[in-house]
């Protein structure tokens, strides 16, 4: 316990003496009663202590820090997904490619029934199913 904690208990203490106690003006009775506060309230502090793992800390200095570059191998791999969706995407044609265009630059179904001209948006969503599953097999039968 520090020097800060060891003051701020004491405070602790004469203020609960100020609010509770303030009909007990012995010494003899203020200072027993004084030390059996500091006690429960230390006892309180231990217990917050251990509960917030003050007393199982590792010190900063000890712990190692996390790389902030990508992990080879995850790179790897997302770069090959790339270039299976990238070639994926180029071998779509017409109504397929233009959607997923429209999905990529953000646009809503609604828009994306505007700009095809679309009878209604559920036939967006049609188009969309199929075109995902058009993507799906050009990129091998699985996305990853």
């Known amino acids: 316990m520090g020097r800060d ?18 009909h007990v003006e012995a010494l003899e009775e203020l200072l027993p009663l004084s030390l059996k506060i500091l006690r429960f309230r230390m006892s309180g502090a231990r217990r917050t202590a251990a509960r917030r793992g003050e007393y199982s800390r590792a010190a900063i200095e000890d ?54 001209k679309a009878g209604s948006i559920n036939t967006v969503y049609t188009w969309d199913f199929r075109c995902r599953g058009q993507l799906l097999e050009l990129m091998g039968g699985k996305w990853l």
């Open 63 to 116: 712990v190692p820090l996390a790389d902030p570059r990508e992990d080879p191998e995850e790179y790897a791999e997302r770069k090959q997904r790339e270039a299976r969706l990238v070639a994926a995407l180029a071998k779509l044609e017409g109504r397929c490619r233009e959607l997923f265009r429209l999905k990529l630059e953000g646009r809503s179904f609604a828009e994306i029934r505007e700009i095809l």
């Open 5 to 22: 904690s060891a003051e701020d208990l004491a405070q602790e203490v004469l203020l609960v003496l100020e609010r509770k106690y303030r």
